[in-house]
């Protein structure tokens, strides 16, 4: 990347502005995905290219794409180990660096001062519908030998250039967890076949790393160990931390029993996702399912399955006396379990499997969904600046959770260089009042909204967006700071008019748009202006998304997703209600001609600042929503619509894991770094609401998307630094001061740097920077969702559930209290509220033969004494809606929210939805 972020994304304005991104989706009836499929199940043939027992190529022989799996000029099938005599220091070998074997087998001689040591016979071998990968060690010397490390390097087409087609490049998925681990490489259209890896019974995987690329732009290349101890001795040296044990092998002196040991790995291909599944299980593996997620708050229970030919022997808890696991028996070849954990934090579950097979599955354990929301908009308050002689006054301000210092433009602390721009701008500095604004129209809070409205009137108008009686209104400053670019000498794009960045718009539009709902809805809260000007400046940001950025750089919003920009079609729906319909209008022709270039135009949807992004796809999912639910929208055809809904929804689980069952992977958008670096990041969630959205209306049955978009919603939650008193306030950076912090990602990786440039050792990082607006996604997803699950059964996500009689009844824990969706035996029935929330910890019932429902809500003491219920799927017939003395009819096909009269603070107000 460019050093300097300015020159960086003007340049990218420019290029964003004149250049024509082919599509990296195929459709749905794209007569290559049905062929390469269909050759994949005739015949899993190898295209192998070698020199000398390494390979340079390996292609798929039947191919729709010439794909090489292996990064030009590299090899696959060198092997690294470390390994000393008794009391000696670790010695290396790499095959890579030694004499070339002359026999076939790839037999190599590693050789002391001493004299021979090892044999270590290297071999890449077809074997039928298999590669076999196959790593022989003989002990050669008079003493046992310790091997502490066995590396194997990959070096796969992992980079994305827009100098080769995008089939050129695969995007490895990754699980290195002992016996069960596994990795598998996809192309970015998501056409198979996939070319997965996974260990014999018999070997196992522990420890990963990187080695450094040998040419400028490639990524490193992957590095999978089966014995590591030698490694981890410099990892600990270094202050990195690691979860799974380490271990070494000995082979006993020359001529004894044990001087030798194999290990192997099979490639093969996959088809499909389910090809992959069923491979690990055919490879001796297991296959893992998991609902609702790996985060797992502290007031619901996780479920696994697994599935394998080899018998289950045990599930074993991290921390048993504070786990609790409970067995469900068999159901359809898998083996279900139950799993409770009561210690906040790091928890991890041993699989015992087989002949001593274990794979180790990392969950995370938080508080409550509701407390973590009110934590963090409560920490983002209390760390406002309040000082008028300050240019920056109101700012909420950025913190270091490690030295638990606040940060400013007088003290950017570990931010060194462009970077400084987190603290006060771009995505990492708006995130936090779209979030803050977000939770208080879900729950208001006064406090917090002074705290705004104080950041609002201090900071934001006039000084980081243009007023409306500037020029340029509604434009919105970009880095380093407003400051900065208003004081700047240059009248132009790098200084007074540096507002064209549009990824920095959508945030102050769910900025503003929150101020209004909270002052609709909640008209007892005291606010600084009245909720017209808050829409009017909502609608004024988004019409100066779509303008401002193509009048200065011509930089187009219509061509890119950003995040955030969700809100839109609400905004202009919400405009239309006031009756500004002109406004309305204006915005509804740019969202059109958004949804039209998306749907009928070949977007790169993994475009962004960088060639290769995951930040589109909650604009994506909105887009397709917007187009299968507007068909008559200019420039599109229905087919088009459905076409581009399975694209977009392909692209984004391409980049997000899927398969791989580690917290910080499962539900988790993967960047370049394919999982090893960053994961957990605000896409995470976002794009974690499409997937639960598509799951939800565009599947015609439930199916395990629901499941991932709901273990998506939950996955960066485990970010938060929260706790209680026992727990010292918090998992990753303990201390009372920390509670309610939050990491801007995860790092997977023992040891290394962050995006933001500071050392990390594994764990969440100690800036929030851009993770806020995640949680904007989250709170917009947050529902609680029963499910006939194809592998789990009738399911509740987010909440508890039990069954009296013919009722279901549901407890709401997703931490919002106001959605239910019911996707059961063929019904989708949507239960949405405005103005109250279902009372905490009391039961929705369900009578799931009459469809009917009685429920309590609550309000708050500040709202308009009336609330919105949505309901959607309900069969087609007349309904009574009992609230008190008032009884109300509704058909279920008027599409029109019902209107509950509440009093304002009623804890209790019972609800009754019957037939008439």
Known sequence: MAANRREFLLGAATFAASTSFPSFGLTADNTEVEASAQAVNAASLFLLEFDGCALTSLRFAADAFPTNYIATGQKLGHIQIAWRRPNGPWQKFHSADATSPKDSAGTYHVLDDRGEVLDVAVRLEPQNSILRWTIAL???????????????????????????????????????????????????????????????????????????????????????????????????????????????????????????????????????????????????????????????????????????????????????????????????????????????????????????????????????????????????????????????????????????????????????????????????????????????????????????????????WGGLQRTTEETDSYGIYGIPDWKQNRDSSDPGNKGKRHIWRPYDYPHIVVMYLSMYRIARDYPGMKMKLDRATYLERAYGTANGMFTIPMRVTGWSAYETGFYNEVVIPQLIEELDLVGKHDEAAQLRTHWEKKVAFFVSGGPNLFGSEYAFDSTGFESTQAIARYALDHPTTPGITPQ???????????????????????????????????????????????????????????????????????????????????????????????????????????????????????????????????????????????????????????????????AEKTSLHIIPRDGVRRRLHLRTAGQQIDLELTGARFVKEEPIQWSTDQQEFRFALETETTTNGEALLLITGLPEQSYKVICGQETNTFHPDDKKPLRIRIPAGSSKAKVEIVRS
């Open 640 to 802: 088009a619509a459905e076409n581009f809904a399975v694209t977009q929804i392909r692209a984004n689980l391409f980049c997000r894991g899927v398969i791989e069952k580690a917290y910080y992977y499962y539900g988790s958008d993967y960047r370049g770094g394919a999982g090893d670096s960053f994961t957990l990041s605000y896409m995470s969630p976002m794009g974690g609401w499409g997937v639960l959205n598509h799951a939800l209306h565009d599947r015609r049955e439930p199916d395990a998307t629901i499941r991932l978009g709901y273990a998506s919603f939950l996955s960066s939650w485990s970010l938060m630094n929260t706790g209680t008193n026992e727990s010292d306030f918090g998992y990753w950076f303990p201390g009372k001061a920390n509670d309610g912090g939050t990491g801007g990602g995860f790092e997977p990786a023992a040891y290394g740097m962050t995006w933001l440039g500071q050392p990390h050792h594994r764990g969440s990082w100690y800036y929030s920077c851009e993770t806020d607006l995640g949680y904007c996604g989250a709170l917009r997803t947050a529902a609680t969702i029963v499910a006939d699950d194809p592998v789990f059964g009738r399911f509740c996500f987010g909440g508890e559930m039990y």
């Open 138 to 460: 003989s002990n050669h010397s008079s003493d046992p030998i310790e091997i502490g490390d066995i590396a194997l390097p990959l070096p796969m087409h992992s980079s994305f250039s827009d100098k080769e087609p995008p089939t050129a490049s695969v995007l490895k998925h990754s699980f290195i967890s002992g016996h069960g681990s596994f990795l598998f490489w996809m192309r970015s259209n998501s056409v198979g076949p996939y070319l997965v890896m996974t260990p014999e019974p018999d070997t196992s995987l522990e420890y990963w790393d990187h080695i450094p690329p040998a040419t400028k732009g490639q990524r490193p290349a992957f590095r999978a160990y089966i014995h590591s101890v030698a490694i981890g001795e410099s990892v600990q040296a270094a202050g990195g931390r690691w979860r799974q044990p380490r271990t070494s092998v000995t082979l006993a002196s020359a001529g004894k029993a044990g001087a030798d040991r194999t290990y192997a790995f099979q490639l093969a291909w996959a088809p499909d996702y389910a090809g992959v599944r069923q491979r690990l299980v055919e490879a001796g593996g297991i296959d893992i399912e998991i609902a609702p997620g790996m985060t797992v708050p502290a007031n619901l229970f996780t479920c696994i399955a697994v599935r394998s030919h080899d018998p289950l022997k045990s599930i074993v808890a991290e921390h048993p006396e504070q786990t609790t696991i409970d067995s469900l028996g068999e159901k359809d070849g898998r083996t279900l379990y139950r799993v409770k954990f009561n210690r906040l934090g790091e928890n991890m579950l041993t699989v015992n499997h087989g002949a001593g097979g274990a794979t180790r599955l990392e969950f995370f354990s938080a508080e409550p969904l509701e407390t973590l929301i009110h934590k963090r908009a409560a920490f983002i308050a209390r760390h406002q600046v309040r000082d008028a002689s300050k240019w920056y006054n109101g700012l909420l301000a950025e913190w270091n959770m490690d030295s638990q210092v606040q940060l400013g433009p007088d003290n950017y602390d570990r931010i060194k260089g462009w970077r400084i721009y987190e603290v006060t701008c771009d995505d990492p500095g708006l995130s936090k009042p779209a979030h803050l604004a977000s939770k208080n129209a879900e729950f208001p809070n006064q406090a917090e909204i002074e705290a705004l409205d104080y950041y609002i009137e201090h900071f934001v």
